[in-house]
C-alpha cells in the first residue's frame, strides 16, 4: 500500500495499468484527449506489482486497474473515472490538481 501511495503523489495524475488491459488503454487515452500527462505505472510489468494489485484492490478497485488518482486522491476505477468524465467534474480535478490548465 505504501508504495501506491507513494507513486500516486509522484505527479498530479496518476494511472495504474497493465499492458493487455483494453479499459486501461481507453483511460489513458482520455487523459491524453484532455491534455492530462498522467505518469502510467503498469503493474504487471512491475517486481512488486502482485503487491500493488492487493493494495489497489484493497482502496475498493475490482477489478484492480485501472485505477486512477488526480492530486494524489484515489479518483476510482474506469466506471468512476468515466462517470466523473461524464458530469464534469473530472475536469474539474484535473484543473485542481494542476494536471491541465484552461
Known amino acids: 500500500m505504501d508504495r501506491v501511495n507513494e507513486l500516486a503523489k509522484m505527479k498530479a ?3 495504474f495499468t497493465k499492458s493487455s488491459c483494453c479499459m ?3 483511460i489513458q487515452t482520455l487523459f491524453y484527449e484532455m491534455g492530462a500527462s498522467p505518469a502510467v505505472y ?3 510489468r512491475d517486481a512488486r506489482g502482485k503487491e ?3 493494495a489497489l ?3 475498493g478497485c475490482n477489478p484492480a486497474v485501472p485505477a486512477v488518482f488526480v492530486g494524489g486522491v484515489f479518483v476510482g476505477s474506469a466506471r468512476e473515472v ?3 468524465h461524464l458530469d464534469g467534474s ?3 480535478k484535473l484543473i ?3 494536471a491541465i490548465w484552461f
Do not use: G, P
Request: with cysteine.
Open 13 to 15: 495524475a496518476v494511472i
Open 24 to 26: 486501461c488503454h481507453s
Open 42 to 44: 503498469e503493474i504487471d
Open 52 to 54: 500493488m494489485e492487493w
Open 57 to 59: 484492490r484493497s482502496l
Open 82 to 84: 468515466l462517470s466523473s
Open 90 to 92: 473530472l475536469k474539474e
Open 96 to 98: 485542481e490538481a494542476k
